[in-house]
């Protein structure tokens, strides 16, 4: 599956942005589809994650409450992330993936590890000023 992020940009702190991901090649409903996102100098870290069904979201306790991703639009192919009361320390390049593999409970393709996820796209900057 081919994935591509878009709808980064700059914002200031306390507002509100929304990234998607649009997926082409494979299936799409059959994947989970995740959110990571890297700061310069930092490892990549999880973000958010739907499952395949739409119904399952896990977040980090980071953006919990704050980020949103949304029920996917399979006839689409996209995936959404909604980000409200956004913060200086939010500012990354966001980074989608998905895979078939993928499991929100305990074991090797752990959600959260981002090599479980083999499938990325080429990732969307997110600049929150204060």
């Known amino acids: 599956v081919q994935l591509q992020a878009f709808g980064g940009g700059l914002v200031q702190a306390g507002g509100s942005l929304r990234v998607s991901c649009a997926a082409s090649?494979?299936?799409?409903?059959?994947?989970?589809m995740g959110w990571f996102r890297q700061a310069p100098g930092k490892e990549r870290e999880f973000v958010a994650a739907?499952?395949?069904?739409?119904?399952?979201?896990?977040y980090a306790d980071s953006v919990k409450g704050r980020f949103t991703i949304f029920s996917r639009d399979n006839a689409k192919n996209t995936v959404y992330l909604q980000m409200n009361s956004l913060k200086p320390e939010d500012t990354a390049v966001y980074y989608c993936?998905?895979?078939?593999?993928?499991?929100?409970?305990?074991?090797?393709?752990?959600?959260?590890?981002?090599?479980?996820?083999?499938?990325w796209g080429q990732g969307t900057q997110v600049t929150v000023s204060s």
């Open positions: 739907i499952s395949w069904t739409g119904i399952g979201t896990r």
């Open positions: 993936a998905a895979d078939t593999r993928v499991t929100f409970s305990t074991g090797s393709y752990y959600y959260t590890r981002p090599q479980t996820w083999r499938n």
């Open positions: 090649g494979r299936t799409f409903s059959s994947y989970y």
